[in-house]
């Protein structure tokens, strides 16, 4: 008999056995819809085997779905990333699948002339049949010929016109690779002739597109894209971006050099687009993707070329549900797809230098920014000597290099990656902090809304006028800033200027994103406050002036990156400056100035900054010279989760080059009622680390209300 494994989008550890009907023919990829206990569910067939008739019979497959079926290496990438993420097929199938699950465009219902004289010629049904020059929607049509729907109506029940429904496009315009791209300056020409000939080659390379802010990058790939696509007529290229709002810009840098638009994959697109995608993608008839993380779980047919712009951004780090980074996901997909793979920043992970610095990726540098255009000066302003006044954040060097920026009629962005008014609401008469139910995160003043937020877990509640712990009225008192306390500020100072926020809060869509980005780039912002999400990839020809307001934020805590992202968060804030012909400068507010990371960054020496990085890592075997993993334990019963965690303790391997730390209580050790323990795992890079995490969580059962989470190279330590 034939038996087809079938991968569930559900969190199930494997694929499950069924067997097939006689007749049915079903190959891997195929999607099926296969009994599960009393529920009919729809899943993907990893493969299909002849095996010796069985003691206990098998459920049948109930149906094979028409429709695209995935490609061998979707289905490899999809197993593999299981295997390396040491997680079941169905997490990274349910990602893979959604688009072809997504709701379908309905057929557009267009109206059309049928030839036959209408029985009473008005002068209104005349303008229609006027105006009916091609098929159109009705309102349009009665819009071109100023009448009511109802004559458009009454033409349809006379028979004179009649509605054609006709079904949306499902290819995408085909991009034109001979279209001749930005000039390059010999830098730029010198890094675009090795990746054209990387991908021309073909097969399996990676290089790492290693330049300064505004030293064009971007033009670089570009051609390297045109390359891939001029080599193969099927070609399909993937590119990766950390942020929504980072989309709209490079479509329309994608659509001046190709001559069409790429399509989009992210959470923002609708579901029947979503559908349209992945279709084109999985037929071949769409060439250009351009998405977020989840796009490398795509069915591509032909994928030639995947380029991760940011690549050192933290946000390609998924640390939910399937846990994943994209980045690493990207390279594998690359080796499994024999493609070539970019991974392009300006402030590279140190992964990926080391990489680099090894020669397992191609090292192409970019020393100079385009044109004439050069590097900010960056100076520190150490506010242990020029302070604040009190209940204010931005210091008077901060605020005397704004007034100089917005008299010449320039632009000022003042950067602090934190949401909201507040990051803390504190009862002035008992000390009670503001924290969200059942969580120890604390709740977050958004004074736009007049509500308390946890960022964490997205609770949400009016700002209470008296303390909900002792009662007192008017007690509640908002500690530090966010972005939306420092923009107050800044109208203050400048209450003729005009001052936006840009942030996760403010701008929700791609669409808002490209209008605030339109906004900045055409001078009508004079003072954008921003987080990260302006903080990389944008250019603003007018911004020359940039204030870290709390350059310190990111070295707090015990993450051991945290050195490593705060200087790439500041050294790109920092770039946004002078990225055109007029010169620019950063002004970064910390106490801490003898820190590393401020240093390197105020004398521009990244070198510097990573070679000590390098070394502390070194020493202490952490990535890149050793491996990490977490494991996190939660559930509602502390002393169950305490048992479960202590017995997991004791039944760890003993593996050579390996190192197991805790059980600890995680520093959020509440989440939505739910106590949260953690492991840490430090291996040496030639021990085999998945194996041993496989292992060890399979010598502990785990109790039905213990939720196991494992977390490969992890990012965060929460």
């Given at each position: 008999?034939?038996?087809a494994?079938?991968?569930?989008?559900?969190?199930?550890p494997e694929?499950f056995?069924?067997a097939?009907?006689a007749?049915?023919g079903?190959?891997a990829g195929?999607q099926?819809?296969?009994?599960?206990?009393?529920?009919?569910?729809?899943g993907?067939?990893?493969?299909?085997?002849?095996?010796?008739g069985q003691?206990?019979?098998?459920k049948?497959v109930?149906?094979?779905?028409?429709?695209?079926r995935l490609?061998a290496?979707t289905l490899?990438?999809i197993?593999w990333a299981?295997?390396?993420s040491?997680?079941?097929p169905?997490?990274p199938?349910?990602?893979?699948?959604r688009?072809?699950?997504?709701?379908?465009?309905?057929?557009?219902?267009?109206i059309?002339?049928?030839?036959?004289a209408?029985?009473?010629a008005?002068p209104?049904?005349?303008?229609?049949?006027s105006a009916a020059?091609?098929?159109?929607?009705?309102?349009?049509?009665a819009q071109?010929?100023?009448?009511?729907s109802?004559?458009?109506?009454?033409?349809?029940?006379d028979g004179v016109l009649e509605?054609?429904?006709v079904?949306?496009p499902?290819d995408?315009?085909?991009p034109?690779?001979?279209?001749?791209g930005?000039?390059?300056?010999?830098s730029q020409a010198?890094?675009?002739?090795?990746l054209?000939?990387?991908v021309?080659?073909?097969?399996?390379?990676?290089?790492?597109?290693?330049?300064?802010?505004?030293a064009?990058k971007?033009e670089?790939?570009?051609?390297?894209?045109?390359?891939?696509?001029?080599?193969?007529?099927?070609a399909?290229?993937?590119?990766?971006?950390?942020?929504?709002?980072?989309?709209?810009?490079?479509?329309?840098?994608?659509q001046?050099?190709?001559g069409?638009?790429?399509a989009?994959w992210h959470?923002?697109?609708?579901?029947?687009?979503r559908?349209?995608v992945?279709?084109?993608?999985?037929g071949?008839q769409?060439r250009?993707?351009?998405?977020a993380?989840?796009?490398?779980?795509l069915?591509?047919?032909?994928l030639?070329?995947?380029?991760v712009d940011?690549?050192?951004?933290?946000?390609?780090?998924?640390?939910?549900?399937?846990?994943?980074?994209?980045r690493?996901?990207?390279?594998?997909?690359?080796?499994?797809?024999g493609?070539?793979?970019?991974?392009?920043?300006?402030?590279?992970?140190?992964?990926s230098l080391?990489?680099?610095?090894?020669g397992?990726y191609r090292w192409l540098?970019?020393?100079s920014?385009h044109?004439a255009?050069?590097?900010?000066?960056?100076?520190?302003?150490?506010l242990r000597?020029?302070?604040?006044?009190?209940?204010?954040?931005?210091?008077?060097p901060?605020?005397?290099?704004?007034?100089?920026?917005?008299?010449?009629?320039?632009?000022?962005?003042?950067?602090l990656?934190?949401r909201?008014y507040?990051?803390?609401?504190l009862c002035?008469?008992?000390?009670?902090?503001?924290?969200?139910?059942?969580t120890d995160?604390w709740?977050v003043e958004h004074?736009?809304?007049?509500?308390?937020v946890?960022?964490?877990?997205?609770?949400?509640?009016?700002?209470?006028?008296?303390?909900?712990?002792?009662?007192?009225?008017?007690s509640?008192?908002?500690?530090?800033p966010?972005?939306?306390?420092?923009?107050?500020?800044a109208?203050s100072?400048?209450?003729?200027?005009?001052?936006?926020?840009?942030s996760s809060?403010?701008?929700?869509?791609?669409?808002a994103?490209?209008?605030?980005v339109?906004?900045?780039?055409?001078?009508e912002?004079?003072?954008?406050?921003a987080?990260q999400?302006?903080?990389k990839?944008?250019?603003?020809?007018?911004?020359?002036?940039?204030?870290v307001?709390?350059a310190?934020?990111g070295?707090?805590?015990?993450d051991?990156r945290a050195a490593?992202?705060?200087?790439?968060?500041l050294a790109?804030a920092?770039?946004?400056?002078?990225?055109r012909?007029?010169?620019?400068r950063?002004l970064?507010q910390?106490?801490?100035p003898d820190?590393k990371?401020?240093?390197a960054?105020?004398?521009?020496?990244?070198?510097a900054f990573v070679?000590?990085?390098m070394g502390?890592r070194?020493a202490a075997?952490?990535?890149?010279?050793g491996?990490l993993?977490a494991?996190?334990?939660?559930?509602?019963?502390?002393?169950?989760l305490?048992?479960?965690?202590?017995?997991?303790?004791?039944?760890?391997?003993?593996?050579?080059?390996?190192?197991?730390?805790?059980?600890?209580?995680?520093?959020?050790?509440?989440?939505?009622?739910?106590?949260?323990?953690?492991?840490?795992?430090?291996a040496?890079r030639?021990?085999?680390?998945q194996?041993?995490l496989?292992?060890w969580k399979a010598?502990?059962?785990?109790?039905?209300?213990?939720r196991?989470t494992?977390?490969v190279?992890?990012?965060?330590?929460?």
């Amino acid at each position: 008999m034939r038996v087809a494994s079938v991968i569930l989008p559900l969190p199930l550890p494997e694929a499950f056995d069924y067997a097939e009907p006689a007749g049915m023919g079903l190959e891997a990829g195929d999607q099926v819809v296969v009994p599960l206990g009393p529920r009919m569910m729809a899943g993907v067939v990893a493969e299909v085997r002849e095996v010796p008739g069985q003691n206990r019979p098998l459920k049948p497959v109930l149906e094979r779905r028409e429709g695209f079926r995935l490609p061998a290496n979707t289905l490899a990438f999809i197993r593999w990333a299981a295997r390396y993420s040491v997680d079941g097929p169905g997490q990274p199938m349910s990602i893979a699948v959604r688009g072809a699950r997504a709701q379908k465009a309905r057929p557009e219902r267009l109206i059309v002339v049928t030839g036959k004289a209408p029985t009473r010629a008005t002068p209104a049904r005349l303008r229609v049949l006027s105006a009916a020059t091609a098929p159109m929607p009705a309102m349009s049509l009665a819009q071109a010929a100023d009448v009511s729907s109802g004559v458009i109506k009454g033409l349809i029940d006379d028979g004179v016109l009649e509605v054609h429904l006709v079904d949306p496009p499902t290819d995408f315009p085909e991009p034109d690779h001979t279209r001749p791209g930005s000039p390059l300056n010999p830098s730029q020409a010198a890094a675009a002739k090795v990746l054209v000939a990387m991908v021309s080659q073909g097969g399996f390379q990676a290089a790492l597109l290693d330049g300064v802010t505004g030293a064009g990058k971007t033009e670089v790939y570009l051609e390297a894209v045109a390359a891939a696509l001029a080599a193969d007529p099927n070609a399909q290229v993937l590119v990766l971006l950390p942020e929504i709002a980072l989309t709209q810009a490079l479509i329309a840098r994608f659509q001046t050099r190709f001559g069409v638009e790429p399509a989009e994959w992210h959470s923002g697109i609708a579901a029947p687009y979503r559908r349209r995608v992945w279709e084109a993608v999985a037929g071949g008839q769409c060439r250009i993707v351009v998405g977020a993380r989840s796009a490398l779980f795509l069915p591509f047919a032909a994928l030639r070329l995947i380029v991760v712009d940011e690549e050192h951004d933290g946000s390609y780090k998924q640390e939910d549900g399937f846990i994943y980074h994209a980045r690493d996901l990207a390279v594998a997909r690359a080796k499994i797809e024999g493609a070539a793979v970019v991974l392009a920043s300006a402030t590279p992970s140190l992964e990926s230098l080391w990489n680099a610095e090894t020669g397992r990726y191609r090292w192409l540098r970019l020393a100079s920014r385009h044109g004439a255009a050069q590097l900010p000066d960056v100076t520190l302003i150490d506010l242990r000597e020029t302070p604040p006044e009190a209940g204010q954040w931005l210091s008077p060097p901060l605020i005397q290099a704004m007034a100089e920026t917005y008299a010449r009629g320039e632009q000022s962005l003042l950067f602090l990656n934190r949401r909201g008014y507040a990051p803390l609401v504190l009862c002035r008469a008992c000390g009670e902090r503001m924290t969200a139910p059942d969580t120890d995160s604390w709740l977050v003043e958004h004074r736009y809304t007049n509500r308390l937020v946890c960022h964490l877990t997205g609770f949400s509640m009016p700002k209470p006028k008296a303390c909900p712990h002792c009662g007192a009225l008017d007690s509640l008192a908002s500690i530090g800033p966010g972005v939306e306390r420092v923009e107050e500020e800044a109208r203050s100072l400048f209450p003729d200027a005009r001052v936006a926020v840009f942030s996760s809060d403010t701008v929700f869509t791609a669409e808002a994103a490209k209008e605030m980005v339109r906004s900045m780039s055409e001078g009508e912002i004079d003072i954008l406050v921003a987080t990260q999400a302006a903080a990389k990839g944008h250019d603003f020809p007018n911004l020359t002036l940039v204030g870290v307001v709390d350059a310190d934020l990111g070295l707090r805590g015990g993450d051991l990156r945290a050195a490593e992202r705060t200087y790439q968060l500041l050294a790109q804030a920092s770039g946004r400056a002078g990225r055109r012909d007029r010169p620019g400068r950063a002004l970064i507010q910390t106490y801490a100035p003898d820190h590393k990371v401020m240093e390197a960054l105020a004398a521009q020496d990244r070198n510097a900054f990573v070679a000590a990085e390098m070394g502390e890592r070194e020493a202490a075997g952490l990535p890149p010279f050793g491996r990490l993993a977490a494991i996190i334990a939660s559930g509602p019963d502390a002393v169950v989760l305490e048992t479960y965690v202590r017995a997991l303790a004791a039944a760890a391997p003993n593996v050579e080059g390996l190192e197991v730390y805790g059980p600890a209580d995680a520093p959020l050790g509440l989440i939505r009622g739910r106590r949260r323990k953690r492991f840490l795992v430090r291996a040496n890079r030639n021990v085999d680390l998945q194996a041993f995490l496989a292992a060890w969580k399979a010598r502990a059962k785990v109790p039905s209300s213990v939720r196991v989470t494992i977390d490969v190279d992890p990012y965060s330590f929460l």
